[in-house]
């Protein structure tokens, strides 16, 4: 994963003139500075697979890895310095991004992922059976607890195993709070019983994993009726009853049109979230669907136990602020290694 920290500003600069410009050259950026340095910089933005060189000698031209618009790398830090008047932001819906999204995985990258983030069901088959229930459980408290913190929610990952093992609410927390956790615990038992169902998904299938979510949290239920605005950004997702109806189901489309797994998953963890199309608990609902989409393919779901918070809450405001899911991906990608090198271990 790319660690913005990694990149100086004149790199920076470099990928913000290659992005306008399609192209650049190594003479053209030792205009502004050192020879060496232009090499140097542009070194490691090839060892960072974030540019390749084309052609030969002095006309080697540099471009973008990345073809997808919408996976061109943004540094996040420079990003959120800046308020959000002065961000540039999208305030309302895309409608073009259903057409616009494009390939999220490069064949390189699908390749990588099939070997070694698949297998799923033969990594437990290889386990026994009182190893294989106790690894679920503890994913399923790890899965819940982050994700729930994720929402805001207070407990740590102690009092959650006590919780989920023992149903023993800790002491000093809300009992909506641990209805949160107790919701998750149930709606990936739900998934594991029936994950197959999300091979092809339909708009019953989304809105049921919302209702497992917040049972019992006086949320309401089915698609709201009543806009909804979102902490840290000017991004207003749509309003209307009909308009979110149609959008639920034109990610659906998408992602029953989608070939690859984890690409369907990652459309499940963003679009849901971007439409928001309840008056809460969206975005656990897509990360859970995601989840289930994972294990309907024989891949491992993800925890998000080694996730910030935070960069998690900026990935997704990125990504409906400018529809750039570099960050998310990263993010997805990275959570996959984890999930397969972590759990269900033999």
Excluded: C
């Excluded at 140097?40 to 960072?48: F, N």
């Excluded at 420079?78 to 008047?85: A, I, W």
Aim: net charge positive; hydrophobic share 40%.
């Amino acid at each position: 994963m790319v660690n913005d920290t990694n990149i100086n500003e004149r790199q920076k600069d470099i990928l913000k003139q290659i992005i306008k410009s399609g192209s650049v050259s190594r003479g053209q950026i030792a205009t502004e500075f050192s020879k060496i340095t232009a090499v140097r910089d542009l070194k490691g933005l090839v060892e960072l697979k974030l540019i390749r060189p084309v052609g030969g000698g002095r006309s080697t031209q540099y471009i973008l890895v990345e073809k997808n618009p919408h996976l061109y790398y943004l540094d996040k830090i420079d990003y959120f310095t800046n308020d959000l008047d002065l961000r540039g932001a999208q305030t309302s819906f895309n409608q073009k991004i259903f057409k616009n999204i494009g390939p999220l995985f490069s064949a390189e990258e699908i390749k990588q992922l099939q070997k070694q983030a698949a297998g799923f069901s033969q990594r437990g088959k290889n386990l026994d059976k009182t190893i294989y229930k106790r690894e679920l459980e503890r994913f399923i408290i790890e899965f819940a607890w982050k994700s729930s913190q994720i929402e805001g929610n207070t407990y740590d990952l102690l009092e959650t195993e006590t919780l989920i093992k023992q149903r023993q609410e800790a002491v000093g927390h809300s009992h909506e709070e641990a209805i949160m956790i107790l919701n998750h615990k149930d709606a990936f038992d739900s998934i594991i019983k029936n994950k197959q169902d999300f091979k092809t998904l339909n708009f019953s299938d989304i809105l049921q994993l919302h209702n497992l979510l917040t049972k019992g949290l006086e949320i309401g239920a089915g698609i709201r009726s009543q806009p909804v605005a979102i902490t840290g950004t000017l991004y207003r997702p749509l309003q209307g009853k009909i308009e979110l109806k149609t959008a639920v189901r034109q990610t659906i489309k998408l992602i029953n049109q989608t070939e690859f797994p984890p690409a369907k998953a990652l459309l499940a963890a963003s679009f849901i979230a971007y439409i928001q199309p309840f008056n809460d608990g969206n975005k656990r609902t897509a990360r859970n669907l995601a989840n289930a989409i994972l294990l309907a393919y024989d891949y491992f779901p993800l925890s998000y136990r080694a996730v910030d918070v935070n960069d998690y809450r900026r990935a997704m405001i990125i990504f409906y602020e400018q529809n750039n899911l570099y960050h998310l991906k990263q993010m997805f990608v990275e959570q996959l290694d984890f999930s397969r090198n972590n759990y269900f271990r033999t």
